[in-house]
């Protein structure tokens, strides 16, 4: 049983758009859940990190967990072309992060 | 902004051969942690380290794998005889405290190429 998915894209939308990534998990017992960008050659770079259920937000970027259907979204306003990377969601499990594919987001200007 | 860095950047060895992935983590940080992305999969878990002792580690980790941190700075992992599956990039990780009260930090990564 996979237990982070995500779709490995690629999205691709217009500057200025409104961008919604998406992941769901499998186990329940998750608490917390983080969203890293990552560009070519680059590590991942912490985005959001959000504890339980709930919002939170910071600048352009909206991270959103509701535990009841086990799915962690990230949603990024007025996009830029330098909004454009690999989005990876990950969970906390015992010390470890467990990761989902990655999202390719393409902004176009 | 304090970050965490990784040397070499690129590493290419023949198979069979030992290597040495580096790391400096952040300078406050407590856990330690390596992670490897095959080409084209997921980031996977390797190990997480603390106070000097592993503190848990995959299936992947396996006798081949060892960990250690030399020094006040250095964090390094050593893949002793190396296979042509083990070629990824690593990524070295530290965080404050363990995931969950403190998010993990990332280094730019070693991308290992074995021949």
């Known amino acids: 049983q996979k237990e982070v998915e995500q779709d490995p894209g690629p999205l691709s939308v217009p500057e200025g758009a409104i961008v919604s990534l998406n992941c769901t998990y499998s186990?329940?017992?998750?608490?917390?859940f983080m969203w890293y960008r990552q560009y070519s050659r680059k590590g991942p770079e912490l985005l959001m990190y959000?504890?339980s259920s709930g919002n939170k937000e910071d600048g352009r970027f909206t991270a959103q967990v509701d535990k009841s259907s086990k799915y962690i979204s990230l949603f990024i306003r007025d996009s830029q072309p330098s909004d454009s990377a690999t989005y990876l969601c990950?969970?906390?499990?015992?010390?470890?992060?467990?990761w989902g594919a990655g999202t390719k987001l393409i902004i176009k200007p | 902004e304090p970050e965490v860095t990784q040397t070499p950047s690129h590493q290419v060895t023949q198979m069979g051969q030992e290597v040495i992935l580096r790391c400096v983590p952040i300078?406050?940080?407590?856990?330690f942690y390596w992670y490897r992305q095959i080409l084209g999969q997921k980031v996977e878990f390797l190990v997480s380290?603390?106070?000097?002792?592993?503190?848990?580690k995959s299936e992947i980790f396996d006798d081949q794998f060892s960990v250690e941190r030399p020094d006040g700075s250095n964090f390094t992992l050593k893949i002793r005889s190396t296979k042509l599956e083990d070629s990824a990039m690593y990524f070295c990780?530290?965080?404050?405290?363990?995931?969950?009260?403190?998010?993990?930090?990332f280094g730019d990564g070693t991308r290992l190429s074995i021949l």
């Open positions: 959000t504890y």
């Open positions: 990950a969970v906390d499990s015992n010390y470890q992060l467990i």
């Open positions: 990780a530290s965080s404050l405290q363990q995931v969950g009260n403190q998010p993990q930090h």
């Open positions: 380290f603390y106070n000097n002792e592993i503190s848990e």
């Open positions: 186990n329940s017992a998750f608490q917390y």
């Open positions: 300078s406050n940080h407590l856990y």
